[in-house]
T-cell receptor, first 115, second 116 residues
């Protein structure tokens, strides 16, 4: 069965500092990987996705993520965080399971930005 | 503007009552999904539908029911059999087809259900 681990429940960074959010996945074949962001009380918005090809993918709002097969990781990065980036971030893996194609989400990382 | 709407935003229910959450999309998407979100648990899939008049159980379908009579609508009923229904419920849609796993899902703003 596919699974996703986001080891950091909360992260606090200063505005202007760099950011890295960790994501590890478990999946038997080549995974489809996603990062979503959720503002409080809102739905989720897709930041970026990886299917194949270049292992460094660029997303919206200045985010990027790198797929590392050897480490089963898909970490999200941003060189300089803005106060508006404070939100919850979810990593997800997509793939076919016995019950059909679906996405499996991690438990999320809550990002706080200090001014 | 294309998108997904969920109503109501907040919903209160007495124990023992069924309640239906609305989800409508005008993105012309074939696939629709219902997730439940609890603090610290991420999103868990309740039901999904790849096409009209067809739907499948997700990971936590017990105590929930759905219907898919129209392409744009996928209502979720939380029944009295759901033992702990207080949660944030999110509806999503995607273009569907056989590639459900790699299609971007578009999310609605959610409904917060509280059982009194």
């Amino acid at each position: 069965a596919q699974s996703v681990t986001q080891p950091d429940i909360h992260i606090t960074v200063s505005e202007g500092a760099s950011l890295e959010l960790r994501c590890n996945y478990s999946y038997g074949a080549t995974p489809y990987l996603f990062w979503y962001v959720q503002s409080p009380g809102q739905g989720l918005q897709l930041l970026l996705k990886y299917f194949s090809g270049d292992t460094l993918v660029q997303g919206i709002k200045g985010f990027e993520a790198e797929f590392k097969r050897s480490q089963s990781s898909f970490n999200l990065r941003k060189p300089s965080v803005h106060w508006s980036d404070a939100a919850e971030y979810f990593c997800a893996v997509g793939g076919h399971t016995g019950g059909g194609n679906k996405l499996t989400f991690g438990t999320g990382t809550q990002l706080k930005v200090e001014l | 503007d294309g998108g997904i709407t969920q109503s109501p935003k907040y919903l209160f229910r007495k124990e023992g009552q069924n309640v239906t959450l609305s989800c409508e999309q005008n993105l012309n998407h074939d696939a629709m999904y219902w997730y439940r979100q609890d603090p610290g648990q991420g999103l868990r899939l309740i039901y999904y539908s790849q096409i009209v008049n067809d739907f499948q159980k997700g990971d936590i379908a017990e105590g929930y029911s759905v219907s898919r009579e129209k392409k744009e609508s996928f209502p979720l009923t939380v029944t009295s059999a759901q033992k702990n229904p207080t949660a944030f419920y999110l509806c999503a849609s995607s273009i569907g087809g056989t590639g459900l796993a790699y299609n971007e899902q578009f999310f609605g703003p959610g409904t917060r259900l509280t059982v009194l």
